[in-house]
């Protein structure tokens, strides 16, 4: 099933679940505003600023979530956004634009940014953000499993860790690939995944070498709920899966949506959101667990 949401040239760059009963999905409208979407049965997109974009989002176990991009409201920097019992707080500006934030507690957050040859990590800490800590390299996707330990990826293919507050050199662990998302399910486990369709898991201590498992088509995000289940996604609208062993074929979910980011609070519940291929507007696809009807529509406008 694969859900517009109501509004036009609305891009979704960007979603995360706290629950299956809490998503939120964020982005921008074209190159102008924000909009975004929560909850199982999907909300119209709310505009933030008109000024800008998110690309980042991510919440916290009790459900607060914290969404990361740039505004034209607030300079050349970025900005941020909390949402806690139910409402949006105004924006909180950040020394650098995000392209990607974790935030595994309501008081803790790490984002990064891509900016080249070095990037910038700052952090949160419910309140406020950090200076920014320059990178051994532009980072484009982190994760935090605990407050004490993140990674991120850059696409150069390197690796950079941070532990409580400093962070590594970066290691080359894809040598050929661009990569371009990563999750840790905790610090001993995490996937990687490249534009050229390939994973490296980190397990036992070290880095895999990469893998194709999506016959070359890019990925373009992934997400482990634990060490034994996690989902990519692609441009061509298909997902693999991961079971603790080995990664399942590619299954397309909609041949019209270039996916862009997946999350998976749990092994049996996945969202994924992307940019319709031939259409502008923002889509929203639900794997895994089946939804209470069979079929929801947002804003009373739905493609199936």
């Not at 999905?25 to 102008?32: C, D, F, I, L, Q």
């Not at 984002?111 to 990590?121: E, K, N, Q, R, T």
């Not at 950079?160 to 990563?182: F, K, N, Q």
Request: glycine share 12%.
């Amino acid at each position: 099933m694969t859900l517009l949401l109501s509004g036009h040239g609305i891009i979704a760059s960007a979603v995360t679940c706290a629950t299956a009963s809490l998503c939120v999905a964020v982005g921008a409208e074209g190159s102008e505003g924000v909009e975004l979407s929560r909850t199982h049965a999907w909300s119209a997109p709310i505009a933030l600023d008109r000024g800008g974009g998110l690309a980042g989002v991510s919440c916290s176990p009790g459900g607060t979530c914290d969404a990361v991009g740039a505004s034209a409201s607030f300079g050349s920097g970025g900005v941020s956004y909390r949402l806690a019992k139910g409402s949006w707080t105004s924006g909180t500006a950040t020394a650098v634009a995000l392209v990607s934030v974790s935030c595994p507690d309501v008081n803790f957050c790490a984002g990064v940014d891509d900016a080249s040859p070095h990037g910038h990590a700052i952090f949160f800490n419910g309140t406020s953000w950090s200076r920014p800590v320059t990178l051994a390299a532009s980072a484009v996707s982190v994760s935090c499993p605990t407050t004490r330990f993140c990674a991120a990826v850059s696409q150069s293919g390197d690796v950079l860790y941070d532990h409580g507050g400093t962070w590594s050199r970066a290691t080359r662990i894809d040598p050929v690939g661009t990569l371009v998302s990563i999750s840790c399910a905790r610090q001993t486990f995490c996937v990687a995944v490249d534009a050229n369709g390939d994973v490296v898991h980190y397990a036992r201590g070290r880095w895999s070498k990469p893998r194709d498992v999506d016959g070359g088509t890019s990925l373009t995000g992934v997400s482990c709920a634990s060490a034994s289940f996690c989902a990519a996604v692609d441009t061509a609208g298909a997902v693999v899966t991961f079971d603790g062993y080995a990664w399942s074929s590619p299954r397309t979910i909609d041949r019209a949506v270039q996916f862009t980011s997946v999350s998976c609070p749990t092994a049996t519940f996945c969202v994924a959101v992307g940019q319709n291929a031939s259409m502008t507007g923002a889509y929203v696809t639900t794997y895994g667990a089946r939804p209470a009807t069979s079929s929801r529509s947002v804003a009373g406008k739905e493609a199936l």
